[in-house]
Nanobody, 123 residues
Framework: QVRLVDSGGGSVQAGGSLRLSCVASGYTDTINCMGWFRQVPGKEREGVAGIYSISGAAAYADSVKGRFTISRDNAKNTLYLQMNNLKPEDTAMYYC????????????????WGQGTQVTVSS
């Protein structure tokens, strides 16, 4: 069992920054990848960024490359998403995810979700 607690969302103006955090607890040893997904009401959830547990390699959606940075603090069991130069189209509910096997972007491999944290970017 794994518990993920997201935080850090808020409302900012375009061009601003936010940092999301996700604290993981429980049996985390078999997690292949930790990632962030986002969803806008009425649209499918999309993968934003992921970081592989063993290699530390990161992957990003094209829409956020160069603006978002995913990182982790293993000592604190915490995942971060630094979001810079935010755009109105980044407005969404952001979810932390624990992914087992496969690609970081594979939503079908998500074993656990955080509760979500809302990000709102105004123009």
């Amino acid at each position: 069992q794994v518990r993920l607690v997201d935080s850090g969302g808020g409302s900012v103006q375009a061009g601003g920054s936010l940092r999301l955090s996700c604290v993981a607890s429980g049996y985390t040893d078999t997690i292949n990848c930790m990632g962030w997904f986002r969803q806008v009401p009425g649209k499918e959830r999309e993968g934003v960024a992921g970081i592989y547990s063993i290699s530390g390699a990161a992957a990003y959606a094209d829409s956020v490359k160069g603006r978002f940075t995913i990182s982790r603090d293993n000592a604190k069991n915490t995942l971060y998403l630094q979001m810079n130069n935010l755009k109105p189209e980044d407005t969404a509910m952001y979810y932390c995810a624990a992914i087992y096997g496969g690609s970081c972007a594979d939503e079908g491999r998500v074993g656990y979700w955080g509760q979500g944290t809302q990000v709102t970017v105004s123009s």
